[in-house]
């Protein structure tokens, strides 16, 4: 198995500026490659990619964080996912969300908009005086879940599907609720300090503030330029959103090395199989299987599967399999046939987050990697 040109197509990409840099893991089986590309940073200085960097995966929180966490809660029958969602927070039902629920949520057809720009209140009402030190405090929190209860539907529940951080918000605050603690201690102490995962984490800025967490930028691959925060991001959230509530929630906010990121995927998988009963096989055949209560839809339950035409898992990936991507440049594909998975985490937002060369580049380089494993 010869990986040398999947690494050329790797360097080329950096250098057309696809990325600054990146790093690629591909398992198949007990083949493992793994290798790195361009730079960390370029700003403001130029410093090396290096294989064991951890990065800021935007929304592949969403399955490797809150999918996770919910799988947990219907494992221990804390909740079911035809539950509604009003049953555990009643306000939630108003303007037509009574009969939502968490099924709905995981696979984007609840309705909820797509976004809002919460973090703009947020910051307007620090500006003003009304509250000091309102961004990133468990009260600008509370104030985003609050204003996700108030939404109004865009489309009745599973009738459409439309990709929403708000639903993952909601997620995110469910988990909490029922599980009693904060996201990010559920998941630390649930899922990745009992797998010996020693980089996947939350970055709690309410404690990055009061000097309870020391951050080490030199591991990290830095993201934007934040026109509003007015600075090279690196070590804190890039989402607007997920920064505003502290760098904690169901949406956004994980960082990992693509290590640590194998290590759980395999972990998953072999639920899956049935070869480890940490998540009992038929939750995670539920979670891993296209859902049809919208026919034309892609999503399986907090992940997604590869649409027929201009996937970004590329055209050679076996057609049953799940995925995600990360806003910031990160990606996760498994097929579900044989043992193989392909992680690729890059900060193609550093320093500026209008870049779309990806989009072109992911199939491209996923169809590099099935090339090589033939």
């Not at 590309?37 to 090396?48: I, L, N, W």
């Not at 000091?132 to 985003?144: D, E, G, L, T």
């Not at 934007?224 to 920064?243: F, M, Q, S, T």
């Not at 599967?305 to 990606?331: E, I, K, Q, W």
């Amino acid at each position: 198995m010869s990986f040398d040109a999947v690494e050329r197509e790797l360097e080329a990409a950096a250098a057309r500026h696809v990325f600054p840099g990146a790093v690629l893991l591909v398992r198949d089986g007990e083949r493992v490659h793994l290798c790195a590309a361009g730079a960390r940073s370029v700003e403001p200085t130029v410093t090396p990619m290096r294989p064991e960097t951890i990065f800021d995966l935007a929304s592949l929180t969403k399955p490797l964080a809150t999918t996770i966490a919910v799988m947990l809660l219907v494992r221990e029958g804390k909740i079911r996912l035809d539950d509604r969602v009003s049953r555990f927070f009643h306000n939630f039902g108003v303007h037509g969300k009574t009969h939502v629920t968490f099924r709905h949520l995981l696979n984007h057809s609840s309705g909820l908009p797509a976004w809002q720009p919460y973090y703009k209140e947020i910051i307007h009402t620090e500006r003003k005086g009304g509250r000091i030190n309102f961004v990133a405090s468990p009260s600008a929190k509370n104030f985003v879940y609050q204003a996700i209860h108030r939404e109004r539907l865009e489309t009745p529940p599973a009738t459409h599907a439309r990709y929403s951080d708000l639903g993952f918000m909601l997620l995110g605050e469910a988990v909490e609720e029922i599980g009693g603690m904060a996201l990010d201690r559920f998941c630390q102490q649930r899922i990745y300090r009992p797998l010996g995962l020693r980089t996947t984490a939350f970055v709690d800025l309410w404690r990055l503030r009061a000097r309870k967490l020391e951050p080490i930028p030199d591991l990290v691959a830095p993201t934007e330029r934040c026109p509003w925060r007015k600075k090279i991001l690196c070590g804190e959230v890039h989402d607007d959103n997920a920064y505003a509530m502290g760098g904690v929630a169901g949406h956004s906010g994980l960082f990992a090395s693509a290590a640590d990121l194998d290590v759980l995927l395999c972990r998953l998988r072999a639920c899956y199989t049935g070869a480890d009963g940490w998540i009992p096989q038929s939750i995670m055949r539920e979670f891993w299987t296209r859902d049809r209560v919208v026919e034309s839809s892609t999503w399986a339950l907090g992940w997604d599967t590869p649409s027929p035409h201009d996937s970004s898992a590329g055209t050679l990936f076996n057609r049953r399999a799940v995925g995600h991507l990360g806003f910031t440049g990160t990606s996760v594909w498994l097929d579900l046939d044989r043992p193989l998975h392909i992680i690729l985490l890059s900060n193609r937002v550093h320093p500026n987050r209008d870049n779309e060369a990806i989009r072109e580049f992911r199939p491209l380089i996923h169809d590099a990697v099935m090339r090589a494993l033939e």
